[in-house]
């Protein structure tokens, strides 16, 4: 009796755990879905392109200058976006069969969840760099007040990747102690 109780036990424990691990697969929409919006982002880089080079000719240096930054900035999203997509796919949900694959990209080798959340961070302080470059070129248009929030998010960015990274670099050397 004691040994039928711990197999019907065992059992459920099993697929309990089965249950627990495909759960992963639940990420897989999301990921798809950011496949829909970096689409959309790129319809609207493609749609700003055209913008800057009509009305190249007709603009002034500073307008043209800030139609640059929105495309990189644009740019920035969307390498924020594929980093999310495959880094977050490989990591949590599956690997990805790209051994023999020319563009397989390199990062992709030595990524963990650690790795993603330093990368998105320093992106995100990318793309705060440039919001900010932005209000700084056209200054004349900025509320000082908006302006100095920026700044203030922008340092907060900053300090934030600092600090994950720290501990991911105090993470990482206790994890290599206790492997030796």
Request: some cysteine.
């Amino acid at each position: 009796m004691d040994i039928k109780k711990k197999t019907t036990r065992v059992k459920i424990e099993n697929a309990l755990e089965y249950c627990i691990f495909a759960s992963r697969w639940l990420q897989a929409p999301l990921y798809f879905g950011l496949i829909i919006v970096q689409i959309i982002y790129t319809f609207k880089f493609v749609e700003e392109l055209i913008h800057i080079v009509g009305t190249a000719t007709a603009t002034t240096e500073l307008k043209l200058l800030l139609g640059i930054l929105q495309l990189v900035d644009f740019t920035m999203v969307a390498n924020l976006l594929v980093m999310v997509i495959i880094g977050g796919y490989a990591t949590f949900v599956s690997k990805l069969n790209l051994e023999n694959h020319d563009d397989k990209p390199d990062w992709l080798d030595h990524i963990d969840p650690g790795a993603i959340k330093i990368k998105l961070a320093s992106s995100l302080i990318g793309i705060s760099s440039i919001h900010l470059l932005r209000s700084f070129i056209d200054f004349s248009t900025n509320d000082i007040e908006k302006v100095k929030w920026q700044i203030i998010i922008h340092l907060t960015f900053i300090a934030s990747t600092v600090f994950l990274a720290v501990s991911e670099y105090i993470m990482s050397k206790k994890h290599a102690n206790h492997e030796d």
